[in-house]
């Protein structure tokens, strides 16, 4: 069972990535299933449980990501899904790894979409391509943070730092 939670986990934070990249937002019901998902991963992935530590992470990362959102630094997706990722990490080290990783990989992804939005549209446009995705777009104001969020967090699940495995 424990490995299914793992998996399940997964599907939904690659969607979240798949979905983010291609659109630019995180629909309100993946942030619910993954939300949803929470009691039977605890039941599940043996992972050790504290409601108050789980309530108060999920606290503290939303209101982290509505200053961010407020500021106009994070999306609204973005901040819902931080807020439900709060629920699995508890206020532990994983919540620590969880935001370190999410500013490593959203360095990275935020460099990497950048240079690849100047470099990108000469070779779509080589290839006869019709329409430039909007993540290569230049000039598109935006960059998805939802990969690096989920991203961040299929590190701390699969390195052993979410307890259960």
Known sequence: MEQSCYIILTGLLLLVIAIDVHSFRIPNWLNLAIMAFFPLWILGSGAAFDWMSSLTMSSVFFAAGFGLFACKI???????LLAVLGLYTGWSEAAVALVIYTALLGGV????????????????????????PRLFTLGEPMVPYGPAIAGAMLIVMWTGKLGGA
């Open 74 to 80: 994070m999306g609204g997706g973005d901040t819902k």
């Open 109 to 132: 992804i935020t460099i990497g979409t950048l240079m690849a939005r100047y470099l990108l549209p000469p070779l779509f446009r080589a290839l006869n391509m019709k329409k430039i």
